[in-house]
């Protein structure tokens, strides 16, 4: 097998697994956008069943099972969120982290806002919108808790108008506590606090002040009425999630709950549930030891569509005088790595760190990460955190790639061995094989050493490409120059002379400048070796470069960069090595044959 078409057929299964990253990965599917229809059916005021029916308290029988309400079905259009947000009373959220306010109507989380986090990378964009009120249509995104169960009386739920201090704001230091006593005198006492960052506790009392008996299940929901605005990608989970028990993560798709409706995954005692997105997940964490509780996904298209992640404890009963306390968190913020993990770890949430998509290779794609962030706490800079991590890549394959370009430069100079071998056995294909392998052996030369450097980028590429993909901490994390987020494309055109000319070029022709010298290097690197001689492969080694250029130009910048940093450091090993071992470097002769035969073609 010859050296050439050993770097063929790497080259080609660089290509098989780039192309299908590009369009099953880098390209995304296009999230449809959920018709918001509207009709008068339902009320806000009226839970509903798992079916989707309105219970009737009236011919509802004793003893009903318990259920957690749905959404209204009818749509509100026509209010700004200003609007949306002074249409009930409200009690303000500041913290560090979080700007919003709880909706005393219900007493819900709906409306919240992160600090440090814009629309785009200029500091003086829109934070981001995480929750959002009901009377915003499909734009609403909120968190509820409250109780089901029959002959309780009014229990709190999505219409309940909770009392609460005037004047209180809740903050780190000062949380709020909200009160609701119903006609049979059953009083329900709310205690919300918070973090310094993203994690809310929600402390209920329900004290049974009545002379009978009450049993009831407390639920928690949220409920989101639109997907994510950014387009799906394969590479990232988004959608439906939770870790139950012994169970383990649990992901559905937007697409699969749209198809199935309802999934109820096993009733556990520990675990947490909630709705994740590439950058921000709104996730609730009931207590473990407040007995089981059942979790369920659900989507309905009823009226306006929306997506809901739920759980119903067990219920309990409440003897008049006593009282139950139950404990909840919820967590509604980014996914910053370190904090996702401080919380797993710090406040026993089982498997919390999976709220973030490391994917099948997380053995590969954390320690890629945990290598960046550290370093980049030294540097200060993303992008110079992934060029030394490069060098490292580079200095731990040091031997294995040595030895490949070792093994290449043996084949060079065992060129005209083949070439009479060749010559001398044209007619018997079978002979002129053995002859090869027996040169091969003699002089311990390895055919296939030609894939290794390039195999070996492959993983490598693929986690550097899910840490710049899925982690908060590289969004809209600056390089230098032009380079302002490095998990953005490159922003700069050839075609528009990098800006120069003020025209919108469509997604195909931005092929910027990192990309562009990453086509060189690439160029660069094959030409260090023979021209292959048969044709085909001459057309693939001519053109690769180029259709590299125009598909990485849509990947991330500090992929790229990586890419591009990466061929500089193997067209400079590789060089070094194969002078040493005494072997031509065919750059030069390369690159003057290929201009001579272009100008022959003209």
């Known amino acids: 097998m010859e050296n050439s078409r050993n770097v063929v057929i790497a080259m080609v299964l660089s290509i098989a697994v780039l192309v299908g990253w590009q369009f099953l990965v880098v390209n995304p599917r296009v999230a449809s956008e959920q018709a918001a229809t509207q009709t008068t059916q339902g009320s806000l005021q009226t839970p509903l069943t798992p079916a989707g029916t309105p219970q009737d308290p009236a011919t509802s029988p004793a003893g009903r099972e318990s259920t957690v309400p749905l959404s209204d ?96 704001t809740l903050t780190p230091q000062t949380p709020v506590t909200l009160t609701f006593t119903n006609a049979q005198g059953v009083t329900f006492r709310r205690t919300i606090s918070v973090d310094e960052n993203y994690m809310f506790s929600v402390a209920d009392s329900v004290q049974n002040g009545g002379s009978a008996p009450v049993t009831l299940s407390n639920y928690g929901r949220v409920v989101r009425f639109n997907k994510p605005e950014v387009a799906a990608a394969y590479v990232l989970f988004e959608g439906l999630l939770g870790v139950f028990g012994e169970s383990g993560l649990q992901e559905v798709k937007y697409h699969a709950i749209e198809e199935e409706k309802l999934v109820n995954p096993p009733k556990v005692s520990s675990g947490w549930l909630g709705i994740t997105d590439k950058y921000w997940a709104t996730a609730l964490v009931p207590s473990s030891g407040d007995g089981a509780f059942q979790p369920s996904f659900r989507y309905s298209a009823d009226g306006r569509a929306f997506y809901q992640s739920d759980y119903l404890a067990d219920p309990a009963t409440v003897q008049p005088g006593a009282t139950l306390d139950l404990q909840t968190r919820v967590f509604a913020g980014a996914k910053v790595v370190d904090l996702i993990n401080h919380y797993e770890e710090a406040q026993n949430i089982p498997r919390f760190g999976q709220l973030i998509d490391w994917g099948w290779f997380f053995f590969i794609t954390k320690p890629m990460f945990w290598f960046i962030d550290h370093l980049y706490g030294l540097t200060g800079n993303f992008g110079v955190a992934i060029l030394l991590v490069t060098v490292t890549l580079k200095l731990i394959f040091f031997p294995l790639a040595s030895k490949s370009y070792k093994s290449m430069a043996k084949m060079k100079t065992a060129q005209p061995l083949i070439a009479e071998l060749r010559e001398k056995y044209a007619d018997d294909k079978m002979k002129q094989q053995q002859e090869m392998m027996r040169i091969y052996k003699e002089q311990k030369i390895n055919p296939a050493a030609g894939c290794w450097p390039v195999l070996i980028q492959i ?132 690159l003057r044959d290929t201009f001579r035969r272009r100008k022959r073609q003209a």
């Open 459 to 590: 993983p490598v590429f693929f986690a550097l490409y899910k840490v710049l993909y899925i982690t908060i901490e590289m969004r809209h994390a600056p390089f230098f120059g032009w380079i302002q987020d490095l998990a953005a494309p490159d922003p700069t055109s050839v075609f528009n002379l990098f800006g120069l000319i003020p025209v919108t070029l469509p997604h195909l022709l931005m092929v910027g400048v990192w990309p562009i010298l990453m086509g060189i290097t690439m160029f660069i690197q094959m030409r260090l070796n023979p021209t292959p001689p048969d044709p085909a492969q001459q057309v693939i080694f001519t053109w690769m470069p180029v259709i590299f250029t125009f598909m990485l130009a849509s990947f991330p910048a500090g992929l790229v960069i990586y890419w591009t940093w990466n061929n500089t450091l193997s067209i400079t090993q590789q060089a070094v090595i194969m002078k040493r071992n005494g072997a031509k470097i065919e750059l030069w002769d390369n």
């Open 73 to 168: 079905a009818a749509a509100i259009t026509g209010q700004s969120r200003e609007a949306a947000l002074a249409s009930t009373s409200r009690v303000a959220i500041d913290t560090p982290e979080l700007s919003g306010s709880i909706n005393l109507t219900g007493a819900r989380l709906d409306d919240l806002r992160l600090k440090s986090y814009h629309e785009t990378v200029d500091d003086t964009s829109p934070t981001i919108v995480l929750l959002s009120p009901e009377a915003l249509g499909t734009a609403a995104y909120f968190v509820e808790f409250g109780y089901s169960g029959a002959g309780a009386g009014d229990l709190p739920g999505p219409a309940t108008v909770w009392q609460a201090e005037a004047g209180q």
